[in-house]
């Protein structure tokens, strides 16, 4: 009985111990939340982060992070008529914009941000790069084998192309990074395809930023829009060591010689490919949203006028 009694004691103890440590818990928890609260209303009053904590912020991040903290500081002093954004909170806003106009009106509360018309103006003007979908680099290696499957020419086609174990130094190689979605065969893109390919993408979003419509680039009419950007933007920088087969062999004036017909094809191929893609995700999205009895009801015309 007495060891039973002294059991309870110590279980009770314990329990006292365990009351304690609970109340000190949540008041150390209380002056947590106070604490921040307070912190967020003084910024919120301040409405800007200050020099030192920009100069700490600074020295621990770049880029895109310093351009956004040094716009904030600038907005201070100016009105939203006459606030001037840099180049790169330009791109940011832009690409942001592109990819989910929800996730962008979300950060205009609390960032100095344009209106999504005034992006839309600046899409045809300013130089952006939003970048590559994973899925999509994955399928540069089937673009370049179905160049070269097309391709008649012999020197046209080796231009395509580089194969992996021909490559010195693949750790410094721009299309290095490639063997690691898709290298099957040892086929891996060339520098010169590669850039076109990023040209393509960049230069496209741009344009369907300007459409309002996220498939325009179905259009035949924006395709050879798109193709004649491309080919203004990089014709002088790829296939430089073809110039003269290129010369060698444009027998007709009126016609393209094979750079042209090149990077055409691949802006073509790459544009349908990406399409592609996009209606696969509308059409998930689709089903998702719809019935499972549905599915079979799904085609083109559901597609292009997204219901």
Known sequence: ????????????????????ENKNLKEKLRRRDTKCQSIMEKMKAEKVVSREQANILASNFGGETIALIENELKSKNTTPSTH??????????VTVNFYSS????????????????TIRRWASTIYCEPGFLPDVIDKLGHICRKMVQRSKCGKCCSSLY???????????????????????????ASNDFFLIVKATDSLMKRMQLAE????????KAFILRLQSAVIAEVRSKVFSELDSHFTESHYFPDSDDHGVQIIKAIVGTYTRMLMKH?????NER??????????????KTILILHR
């Open 1 to 20: 009985m007495q060891l039973l009694k002294g059991r309870i004691a110590s279980l009770d103890k314990s329990i006292e111990e365990c009351r304690r």
């Open 84 to 93: 001037r954004y840099s180049d790169a909170v330009k791109s940011f806003a």
């Open 102 to 117: 929800q996730a962008y009106n979300y950060l205009r509360k609390f960032l100095h941000l344009p209106s999504s018309s």
């Open 162 to 188: 580089t194969l992996a174990k021909d490559l010195p130094d693949i750790e410094n190689k721009i299309t290095a990074g490639l063997v690691n979605h898709k290298n099957r065969g040892g086929l891996l």
């Open 212 to 219: 309002k419509d996220p498939l325009a680039a179905q259009n």
């Open 278 to 282: 996009h209606a696969g995700v509308i």
């Open 286 to 299: 689709f089903v998702q949203e719809n019935r499972p009895s549905l599915r079979h009801h799904l085609n």
